[in-house]
C-alpha cells in the first residue's frame, strides 16, 4: 500500500522557467493538501484540493501559482516564471473524508531555482 | 489567526536521556488537535503524536509523552530513553477540529540531536 508519492524528488529550474510538482495521493485518498517549507521554517499551508475542485487557496500566492486535482492522475501544483525566492520544499498530503489523524506526507520535492 | 510557537530552535540529548521539547499555541478556538511532527533528514514528515483538545488525559505513543495544559495553550513533547534514531526536526502543529478544512499551522520546528 504506497504512501504519498511525489516526484520529483528534486527539481532545478532556471529563473523564469515553469516548476511542475507532481502528488499521487494514498488510494483512497480523495484530499489533497499542498504545504510550503522555506529554509530554516516550518511548513505552510498554500492549497486543498478534493477532486476537481480546490476547497482553500488562501495560502497561495496570488500570481504564479496554481494548483488542480483532477478526476484521473495525479495532484499538479505549477509555478510559472519561478524566482529564486520560490526554491523551498514543497509537501504534499492526502486524508480520507473526515480524517482525524493528522494527514499522510509525501516525502516533498526540492525546488531549486538558480 | 492561529499560530504556533517553538521556541527552542535546537535541542540536544544524551542517549538513554529524557529530553522535553516546547510548544505554545495561540487560538481563540475551543476544540481543536494538537501535533507532533519529526522531520528526519529524510525529509518525509512523520507523525509521532496527537492531543484532541477536549481530552484531559495526555497522549502517550511508547517512549513520547506529551504535556497539554489547554489553560496556558502549552503542548510539550517528552522523550525518554532516547535513541540515536530520535535525532531529527521536531514540528508542533495546530488545526481546528471539525469543519471541512483540515489545514494544519505549524511552528518553525525545534532541531533535536541526539548525543551517543
Known amino acids: 500500500n504506497a504512501g504519498v508519492m511525489q516526484n520529483p524528488r528534486h527539481l532545478v529550474r532556471r529563473r523564469g522557467q515553469e516548476a511542475r510538482l507532481r502528488c499521487s495521493p494514498m488510494?483512497?485518498?480523495?484530499?489533497v493538501y499542498w504545504y510550503r517549507q522555506l529554509p530554516e521554517e516550518g511548513l505552510k499551508f498554500m492549497v486543498y484540493?478534493?477532486?476537481?475542485?480546490?476547497?482553500?487557496e488562501s495560502g497561495m500566492p496570488k500570481e504564479r501559482f496554481s494548483a488542480e486535482f483532477p478526476k484521473e492522475g495525479p495532484s499538479i501544483l505549477r509555478i510559472q516564471q519561478v524566482v529564486r525566492g520560490d526554491s523551498a520544499a514543497y509537501f504534499c498530503?492526502?486524508?480520507?473524508?473526515?480524517?482525524?489523524?493528522?494527514?499522510?506526507f509525501g516525502s516533498g520535492t526540492r525546488l531549486t531555482v538558480v | 489567526a492561529q499560530t504556533v510557537t517553538q521556541s527552542q530552535p535546537e535541542m540536544s540529548v544524551q542517549e538513554a536521556e529524557t529530553v522535553t521539547l516546547s510548544c505554545t499555541y495561540d487560538?481563540?478556538?475551543?476544540?481543536?488537535?494538537l501535533f507532533w511532527y519529526k522531520q528526519p533528514p529524510s525529509r518525509q514528515m512523520i507523525l509521532v503524536i496527537r492531543?484532541?483538545?477536549?481530552?484531559?488525559q495526555n497522549a502517550t505513543e511508547n517512549r513520547f509523552s506529551v504535556n497539554f495544559q489547554k489553560a496556558a495553550k502549552s503542548f510539550s513533547l517528552k522523550i525518554s530513553d532516547s535513541q540515536l534514531g530520535d535525532a531529527a526536526m521536531y514540528f508542533c502543529?495546530?488545526?481546528?477540529?471539525?469543519?471541512?478544512?483540515?489545514?494544519?499551522?505549524f511552528g518553525k520546528g525545534t532541531l533535536l540531536t541526539v548525543n551517543p
Open positions: 488510494k483512497g485518498h480523495s484530499h
Open positions: 498530503a492526502s486524508s480520507t473524508t473526515g480524517s482525524h489523524y493528522g494527514y499522510t
Open positions: 492531543q484532541e483538545a477536549y481530552k484531559q
Open positions: 484540493l478534493q477532486k476537481e475542485n480546490i476547497i482553500d
Open positions: 502543529a495546530y488545526r481546528i477540529r471539525g469543519g471541512s478544512n483540515y489545514k494544519l499551522t
Open positions: 487560538t481563540s478556538e475551543s476544540d481543536y488537535y
